[in-house]
């Protein structure tokens, strides 16, 4: 596929997911780091909305043969239990994924990890009390490719109790790239709406925990980055408003 008939196919694309952006911000609070952040994370859930760019170019010198562009090739199914080292601006920690927990979860984050999906992808939503959610890609134009490459749910085995890595969703069967790590164990309003658990940080919490907070919720609720935005318009957009952001290096499966 060529880089401008994936510019059509984003601009297409574009209008349908407007709903789905303020869909995804809705249920979330005014929120940020204060001893009010826990009562406000309890109408809060994690989200993802896809989003895609018309305009912004493909960096690195991607084509449309790049394996980024063709999730549905992204279908290998996942080891029974394997690990990823995250390797961040904050220090390391380690993901060990269960498949039986969440079978189709476990799939598609194998794939995306292979894929080099989170290689440079920003923490962009970090609230106390709640959980730190990434998993937007720094190029627009990638974004666009999987913006409803949507795969099913998995019935919820594990609650979602802290330091247990979720798919996020805004709705059923909308899960996508975006993933959310629990801060602490009074999540279970979570379980009850469809967030299943695939794995679990069994190295590095304390890394986790030092991710960046201080820009709290989403727009247009809070005074965090507008995740339509950073979809649309890359990284540019937090480089200049949201630069204290933390960032993922490189996400690998080791051994």
Not at 14 to 20: K, Q
Not at 78 to 98: R, W
Not at 162 to 182: C, E, L, M, P, W
Request: hydrophobic share 40%; net charge positive; proline share 7%.
């Amino acid at each position: 596929m060529s880089r401008s008939l994936l510019g059509r196919l984003s601009l297409a694309a574009s209008f349908a997911v407007l709903a789905a952006c303020s869909r995804d911000e809705a249920p979330a609070p005014h929120a940020s780091p204060s001893a009010t952040a826990a009562a406000s994370a309890a109408s809060a859930a994690p989200s993802a909305a896809p989003a895609t760019s018309a305009t912004a170019p493909t960096a690195g010198g991607r084509d449309g043969n790049d394996p980024l562009f063709h999730p549905e090739k992204a279908i290998e199914k996942a080891p029974d239990v394997f690990k990823v080292k995250f390797s961040t601006t904050k220090g390391d920690f380690v993901v060990q994924v269960t498949r039986a927990w969440a079978p189709n979860g476990a799939d598609r984050f194998y794939n995306l990890v292979k894929l080099g999906f989170y290689d440079g992808v920003r923490f962009h939503r970090a609230i106390d009390d709640f959980m730190v959610q990434f998993g937007i890609h720094p190029e627009p134009a990638v974004n666009g490719a999987w913006y409803r490459a949507y795969f099913p749910d998995d019935p919820v085995v594990k609650s979602n109790r802290r330091g247990f890595v979720t798919f996020a969703h805004a709705g059923k069967d909308t899960r996508t790239t975006q993933i959310f790590i629990s801060y602490v164990d009074k999540q279970a309003r979570l379980d009850t709406q469809g967030f299943a658990p695939f794995g679990q940080v069994v190295e590095g919490m304390k890394v986790v925990d030092s991710f960046y907070k201080g820009y709290g919720e989403l727009a247009p609720k809070g005074k965090g980055p507008n995740a339509s935005k950073i979809q649309r318009e890359g990284y540019g957009y937090l480089d200049d408003n949201f630069p204290k952001l933390d960032a993922i290096k490189e996400a690998k499966i080791v051994p």
